[in-house]
Structure formats: structure tokens, C-alpha cells
């Protein structure tokens, strides 16, 4: 059991950059394709590709 607190999600300090990530990557068709054993085929669309590399930029501060 894990006795650590935990922040909740609704205050949980998500960056505008995460945010836009997981609301393209859980809405986009292409990004959440899967094949008939219902695994993710790991596609990812033109903006999949902008919104992952502006995330990543944002991580490392640049």
C-alpha cells in the first residue's frame, strides 16, 4: 500500500503543452487507430507529430 499523498488531478499543475498532447492523442483518428486485435497501430498524424515535438521542446526548456 502506498502511504504517500497524492495530488488530485483537478489540481494537478498540467503544463498547456501536456494538455494539448493528451486532447489531440485521445480524440485524433488517425493516432488512436488500432488493428483488429485492438492494438494501437501507432500511427500519428501531421499534428500528432507538431503538438509531440512542441511538448518535448517545452520539457527540455528550449
Known sequence: ???TAS???V???WSPEYERLTIHFSACPRCTAV???GV???LTC???ARVTAHFRQ?????
Open 58 to 62: 517545452a520539457r527540455q526548456g528550449t
Open 40 to 42: 494501437n497501430r501507432k
Open 1 to 3: 500500500m502506498n502511504n
Open 46 to 48: 501531421a499534428e500528432g
Open 7 to 9: 495530488q488530485s488531478v
Open 35 to 37: 488493428d483488429q486485435e
Open 11 to 13: 489540481d494537478a499543475p
